[in-house]
């Protein structure tokens, strides 16, 4: 195995070991010792084979980490999300980068499954981070009002 730089999702972690998942190819690593790392947290670094068998992985070096939060607001949508919702047919997603840093997702559904689609986005934290891992962000705020759905990447 060959040393592995890039941005990982801690996507597992207990006293003895840890697990991280590269936030652009999927790709998942086991460490052999938890170098008190958590679990929703992202690292950017290397990693190194962890001798003498290097079938596990060590954290060689960290350049910056962060936690991820995600929530649900109570906020509607913006008047922007809005807007976009409003041009596409339900179940289209829309993204679109924010001026300054991060991303907006909007996606319509229709108004009788807004809580169940808030539901489904809510349920896969794992993806939520790993997406604002990759955008370099630390919040994930899901919005919605009937028929509409705002998944906010921000700073």
């Known amino acids: 195995m060959d040393e592995k730089t890039g941005t990982f999702l801690v996507t597992a972690a207990d006293d003895d070991a840890a697990v ?4 652009d190819d999927g790709q998942v690593h086991t460490l052999a010792t938890n170098p008190d790392v958590t679990v929703g ?6 990693l190194e084979p962890e001798p003498p068998l290097e079938v596990a992985w060590r954290l060689a070096t960290v350049d910056d980490r962060w936690e991820i939060s995600i929530e649900e607001s109570a906020e509607a949508p913006t008047t922007f ?6 041009e596409q047919a339900v179940g289209e997603l829309t993204r679109r980068e924010r001026a300054g840093t991060g991303e907006v997702h909007v996606l319509t559904v229709t108004e009788s499954e807004t809580d169940a689609a808030v539901a489904d986005v809510l349920d896969d934290s794992e993806g939520l981070r790993s ?3 990759r955008l370099g962000v630390a919040r994930v705020v899901v919005r919605s009002e009937p028929g509409v ?4 990447y921000l700073p």
């Open 149 to 152: 759905v705002s998944v906010r």
């Open 81 to 86: 999300a809005r807007e976009i919702a409003a």
């Open 41 to 46: 947290e992202a690292i950017e670094g290397r």
């Open 20 to 23: 991280l998942t590269d936030v």
């Open 131 to 133: 997406r604002a891992a």
